[in-house]
């Protein structure tokens, strides 16, 4: 199972990305897709996860300001990203949860500057 990220970039503060990760190489569905990230000298921190059946969870720092979507179908995950601060600089890794364990993909960077 391969994932493969995308759309991460350099913005400025209040501006908005959209990043996606697509899941291939299986024909299961992934139970739980998500997103972490890790700042330079941080530990990686979850960002949102989206369970099969659309639940959600977010972390604290985020809420209100990302919002994570799934095609099931497709074993593909968004994440839209508004109202962007340089806190929110980090490298973003897209995981999934399969019948078979959890994969990560290669990580995507978000730099959030003036």
């Known amino acids: 199972v391969q994932l493969q990220a995308s759309g991460g970039g350099l913005v400025q503060p209040g501006e908005s990305l959209r990043l996606s990760c697509a899941a291939s190489?299986?024909?299961?569905?992934?139970?739980?897709m998500g997103w972490y990230r890790q700042a330079p000298g941080k530990q990686r921190e979850l960002v949102a996860i989206i369970s099969s059946d659309s639940k959600t969870v977010y972390g604290d720092s985020v809420k209100g300001r990302f919002t994570i979507a799934r095609d099931s179908a497709e074993n593909t995950v968004y994440l839209q990203m508004n109202s962007l601060k340089p806190e929110d600089t980090a490298v973003y890794y897209c995981s999934a949860i399969m019948s078979l364990g959890t994969y990560w993909g290669q990580g995507t960077l978000v730099t959030v500057s003036s």
């Open positions: 190489g299986s024909s299961f569905r992934a139970s739980v």
